[in-house]
């Protein structure tokens, strides 16, 4: 299991959110997790803009446990319809690591110390259906219940349910010849690399 060390910490409230079911590969689910390019145009019904499609450039990096990418924009986490109270030009620190095969966590750093952790964690049932485990924690709005805050993430997974289940092929080409890429897709490019160094055959299944 990778490391979620603020689970069960009393300055957080820890929940794990119903399990999703995808009719979509674990490793094209893992790499829509990481994909920092999708937002404007997946999430808008949830806490992205259109209007805010641009992607800055960022660094990915390998560790001991897999990848690490620490990505800095003004996309808002903040749900749409609500006021976003952060200082104006803030920039939104995404950290995201990559513990490979089929985990993922997600950092979302909010103004004042305030911090979202979600663990990614893709459960192959078979090669084209996936499981999704996602422990959430976070230190802020611990009045929220936890029916609403799993019912928010729960949108936000579903956005990313529907962009994985349209991807063709439906497996994850380690190939980076068959399919185009872009500099956005950095840490995509690392975890397909990843994959094929622990040995995965050219198209990833499960």
Same mark, same amino acid.
């Given at each position: 299991?990778?490391?979620?060390? !603020?689970?069960?910490?009393?300055?957080?409230?820890?929940? &794990?959110?119903?399990?999703?079911?995808?009719?979509?590969?674990?490793?094209?689910?893992?790499?829509?997790?990481?994909?920092?390019?999708?937002?404007?145009?997946?999430?808008?019904?949830?806490?992205?803009?259109?209007?805010?499609?641009?992607?800055?450039?960022?660094?990915?990096?390998?560790?001991?446990?897999?990848?690490?990418?620490?990505? *800095?924009?003004?996309?808002?986490?903040?749900?749409?319809?609500?006021?976003?109270?952060?200082?104006?030009?803030?920039?939104? *620190?995404?950290?995201?690591?990559?513990?490979?095969?089929?985990?993922?966590? &997600?950092?979302?750093?909010?103004?004042?110390?305030?911090?979202?952790?979600?663990?990614?964690?893709?459960?192959?049932?078979?090669?084209?259906?996936?499981? *999704?485990?996602?422990?959430?924690?976070?230190?802020?709005?611990?009045?929220?219940?936890?029916?609403?805050?799993?019912?928010?993430?729960?949108?936000?997974?579903?956005?990313?349910?529907?962009?994985?289940?349209?991807?063709?092929?439906?497996?994850?080409? &380690?190939? &980076?010849?068959?399919?185009?890429?872009?500099?956005?897709?950095?840490?995509? !490019?690392?975890?397909?690399?990843?994959?094929?160094?622990?040995?995965?055959?050219?198209?990833?299944?499960?």
């Amino acid at each position: 299991m990778p490391p979620f060390p !603020i689970w069960g910490n009393e300055d957080y409230s820890s929940f &794990l959110a119903p399990t999703i079911d995808i009719n979509g590969s674990a490793g094209r689910q893992i790499e829509g997790f990481v994909d920092v390019a999708h937002f404007a145009w997946v999430h808008t019904a949830t806490f992205a803009d259109r209007n805010n499609a641009f992607v800055p450039s960022y660094k990915v990096s390998r560790t001991a446990e897999g990848i690490h990418t620490d990505y *800095l924009s003004t996309v808002s986490n903040y749900p749409k319809g609500m006021a976003d109270p952060s200082p104006e030009g803030f920039k939104w *620190l995404r950290e995201y690591d990559i513990y490979p095969p089929l985990c993922a966590r &997600l950092i979302v750093h909010f103004p004042e110390g305030k911090q979202l952790w979600i663990l990614n964690a893709a459960s192959p049932i078979s090669a084209r259906k996936t499981r *999704l485990f996602c422990p959430i924690a976070q230190n802020f709005d611990k009045t929220l219940s936890v029916e609403d805050a799993c019912a928010f993430n729960l949108k936000i997974f579903n956005e990313d349910r529907e962009m994985v289940e349209n991807q063709k092929p439906e497996e994850l080409p &380690l190939d &980076l010849q068959a399919e185009a890429h872009i500099m956005a897709d950095k840490t995509s !490019i690392a975890y397909r690399k990843l994959l094929k160094e622990m040995g995965l055959g050219k198209s990833y299944t499960s």
